[in-house]
């Protein structure tokens, strides 16, 4: 067993750092070739443009489609791995038996209605499985998230602080603003007045910030979680 995950940290490693060096490693060119005036150097580019890589470039494609191919065995594991959870609690009976035989059901059902959707005949299974159920399962699923957001929404708006009031006062701004009402309650103000103004001024700067500081969190966060990996410090699937 620790061999087996020793070799499987040794292959992230390696590989990782196969698809890194590529990347930074310089091409072949030679040195006076950055010295050139830039249209000669855009032209002798686009003429010696295989001189560009370096000697890890060639083994790029071989690379690529093995990560083709354990993405795609890696991707069989998750419904492998719900196919063989919900096998177990039906067969030890265990509490929720009723939505595995569900998840089951639905699982052979989309199975077969994709496989059969080239066959003109059966088409009409396709439609049902992906158009029928899945459109509706998804609408549901949407509308009862937003019962849960609205009742989020009513607790982070509560004005017992500070945050709340800037919120709530925002929320309003933007709401009002991006409706019809809003441009008849101030359509008689000046333009830096009225609430069509703020709403576009708060959803370009604040809001664009705070987009981008998620963003730059949650890159850094999936960077912190590569790179765990990549040096072995996380846990090995066995």
């Known amino acids: 067993m620790a061999t087996r995950r020793l070799i499987v940290k040794l292959l992230t490693l390696v590989a990782g750092l196969f698809?890194?060096?590529?990347?930074?490693?310089?091409?072949?060119?030679?040195?006076?070739?950055?010295?050139?005036?830039?249209?000669?150097?855009?032209?002798l580019e686009f003429l010696i443009r295989g001189n560009?890589?370096?000697?890890?470039?060639?083994?790029?494609?071989?690379?690529?489609?093995?990560?083709?191919?354990?993405?795609?065995?890696a991707f069989l594991l998750g419904p492998i791995s719900l196919v063989r959870s919900?096998?177990?609690?039906?067969?030890?009976?265990?509490?929720?038996?009723?939505?595995?035989?569900?998840?089951?059901?639905?699982?052979?059902?989309g199975v077969v209605a994709t496989a059969v959707e080239k066959v003109e005949s059966l088409k009409l299974l396709y439609n049902v499985a992906f158009y029928g159920f899945g459109l509706a399962l998804g609408a549901t699923s949407m509308a009862i998230l937003a019962?849960?957001?609205?009742?989020?929404?009513?607790?982070?708006?509560?004005?017992?602080?500070?945050?709340a009031g800037v919120m709530m006062g925002s929320a309003v701004i933007v709401l009002l603003g991006l409706v019809p009402l809003g441009d008849y309650l101030t359509h008689a103000l000046p333009e830096w007045l009225q609430l069509g103004f703020w709403a576009k001024k708060i959803l370009e700067v604040p809001n664009v910030a705070v987009q981008r500081a998620v963003l730059i969190g949650a890159v850094a966060g999936a960077f912190a979680a590569g790179l765990r990996q990549w040096l072995g410090l996380g846990k090995v699937v066995e």
């Open 19 to 43: 698809f890194i060096l590529e990347f930074l490693m310089p091409g072949n060119r030679p040195g006076w070739f950055d010295s050139l005036p830039a249209p000669l150097r855009g032209i």
């Open 52 to 73: 560009d890589q370096n000697f890890l470039s060639p083994l790029v494609p071989a690379a690529n489609t093995i990560l083709m191919v354990v993405s795609a065995m």
């Open 86 to 109: 919900h096998l177990a609690r039906i067969v030890r009976r265990q509490p929720g038996v009723f939505y595995s035989i569900t998840f089951l059901v639905f699982l052979v059902f």
């Open 147 to 163: 019962f849960y957001l609205m009742s989020a929404a009513y607790r982070a708006f509560r004005l017992n602080n500070l945050d």
